[in-house]
């Protein structure tokens, strides 16, 4: 049952680091704010993506080579800035086809054509 207004995070659960690869791979070298805040918007405010969710998923991506990680120094405090390796890229358009082809079976499941007949 859908609860009005209950969170829509659950949908999107499976797909944050696909999110994020995609997002990196759209803008280029991004910051953690930066990407919760583009995937809030890019989805009109259905995914927000806590601080609990985005750095372990950000950290997993790091250590599987996908992205690299590079620290510096933004006004009088260190900002951690995130971009595609080449491999990155590469899983990048993987997992967006993957995803791509999901919605489609997903709206094919949810609104099925009428039987010939």
């Known amino acids: 049952m859908y609860v009005w207004g209950m969170s ?3 949908l999107y659960k499976g797909a944050i680091s696909s999110v994020l690869l995609k997002l990196l791979e759209e803008n280029g070298r991004m910051y953690g704010y ?9 989805t009109f405010g259905d995914l927000e993506i806590t601080e609990g969710a985005l750095y372990p998923a950000l950290h997993k991506l790091e250590a599987e080579g996908f992205i690299l990680s590079e620290t510096e120094m933004h006004g009088n405090r260190m900002r951690k800035y995130y971009k595609l ?33």
Do not use: V
């Not at 930066?34 to 890019?42: G, T």
């Open 34 to 42: 930066e990407l919760s805040k583009k995937a809030l918007e890019a």
């Open 85 to 117: 390796t080449d491999i990155g890229g590469i899983e990048a358009r993987n997992r967006i086809e993957e995803l791509s082809q999901f919605a489609i079976n997903l709206q094919n499941f949810l609104i099925p054509k009428p039987a010939n007949g």
């Open 8 to 10: 829509k995070n659950h």
